[in-house]
């Protein structure tokens, strides 16, 4: 089970940035148990917790924590439910935290729906909320690499959901042949991490999907899965976050 919590954060505007994501770890790490902790930072690939600050011109900044586990999900439940505030030591200030609500999204269900569709949409427009980067070889890549979109998707999600594989070799070779970006506005950027600046992009995609309609349907479950795990690096941090904007024939 995903579960999927979003809050309201009151914070004064010079800390209204995708970059406060680390802090928001931070914060994450006092609330929850030590033993809990401890198996975060041992995890050995991909850690289960996901989260990010989204920022949207109008909008109170919405924090979005993804729990790719049941156990972490409920014991993030525990900790933020009742929560009036949350303190960012690392700013020295209290914040406000509101509007908590919590979804549930069961993964097998997730994969009936997309596979249930008799038509696929063929295009798909993805707004990125938070950078996105990937890394190779001890280099960061900042451009949308679609052999490393769907790759770093398809891995997350066989790590922790075992009765399922999406990801094969052959598979990603397919699906590669049968997704083109067509149209995109993009800008390089720099994600603050810890005294770092990676590199990374942001801005907007548009996917242009063909194939018979089982890939379709494989397409779309695994972005529909990437709008939860995020997709790239430093997703626990506040980095790979994007939305599916704009789904049509």
Same mark, same amino acid.
């Given at each position: 089970?995903?579960?999927?919590?979003?809050?309201?954060?009151?914070?004064?505007?010079?800390?209204?940035?995708?970059?406060?994501?680390?802090?928001?770890?931070?914060?994450?790490?006092?609330?929850?148990?030590?033993?809990?902790?401890?198996?975060?930072?041992?995890?050995?690939?991909?850690?289960?917790? #996901?989260?990010?600050?989204?920022?949207? #011109?109008?909008?109170?900044?919405?924090?979005?924590?993804?729990?790719?586990?049941?156990?972490?999900?409920?014991?993030?439940?525990?900790?933020?439910?009742?929560?009036?505030?949350? *303190? *960012?030591?690392?700013? %020295?200030?209290?914040?406000?935290?509101?509007?908590?609500?919590?979804?549930?999204?069961?993964?097998?269900?997730?994969?009936?729906?997309?596979?249930?569709?008799?038509?696929?949409?063929?295009?798909?427009? *993805?707004?990125?909320?938070?950078?996105?980067?990937?890394?190779?070889?001890?280099?960061?890549?900042?451009?949308?690499?679609? %052999?490393?979109?769907?790759?770093?998707?398809?891995?997350?999600?066989?790590?922790?959901?075992?009765?399922?594989?999406?990801?094969?070799?052959?598979?990603?070779?397919?699906?590669?042949?049968?997704?083109?970006?067509?149209?995109?506005?993009?800008?390089?950027?720099?994600?603050? *991490?810890?005294?770092? #600046?990676?590199?990374?992009?942001?801005?907007?995609?548009?996917?242009?999907?063909?194939?018979?309609?089982?890939?379709?349907?494989?397409?779309?479950?695994?972005?529909?899965?990437?709008?939860?795990?995020?997709?790239?690096?430093?997703?626990?941090?506040?980095?790979?976050?994007?939305?599916?904007?704009?789904?049509?024939?």
């Amino acid at each position: 089970m995903i579960y999927k919590l979003t809050a309201q954060l009151e914070l004064p505007q010079e800390l209204q940035t995708n970059n406060l994501g680390s802090t928001l770890h931070g914060v994450l790490m006092e609330l929850l148990p030590t033993e809990i902790v401890k198996q975060l930072h041992s995890a050995s690939a991909y850690s289960p917790l #996901r989260q990010r600050l989204i920022i949207k #011109r109008g909008s109170k900044p919405r924090w979005e924590i993804i729990s790719l586990s049941s156990e972490l999900g409920k014991i993030l439940m525990n900790c933020l439910m009742d929560r009036t505030s949350i *303190l *960012l030591k690392h700013h %020295q200030i209290e914040v406000a935290i509101g509007n908590i609500s919590v979804e549930k999204i069961d993964e097998t269900a997730l994969i009936k729906d997309c596979f249930s569709q008799q038509v696929s949409p063929r295009y798909i427009k *993805l707004a990125i909320q938070t950078p996105i980067a990937f890394k190779s070889k001890g280099e960061y890549e900042i451009f949308p690499d679609l %052999q490393k979109f769907f790759r770093s998707i398809m891995l997350t999600f066989d790590s922790f959901f075992e009765d399922y594989e999406l990801y094969d070799s052959e598979t990603l070779t397919y699906i590669l042949e049968n997704v083109k970006i067509v149209d995109y506005r993009m800008r390089s950027t720099r994600f603050h *991490l810890e005294g770092v #600046r990676i590199p990374s992009f942001t801005g907007e995609l548009k996917f242009r999907i063909s194939g018979p309609q089982p890939m379709q349907q494989l397409i779309h479950l695994i972005i529909q899965f990437g709008e939860l795990s995020g997709v790239g690096i430093k997703t626990s941090l506040g980095m790979g976050k994007y939305t599916l904007v704009e789904p049509n024939n």
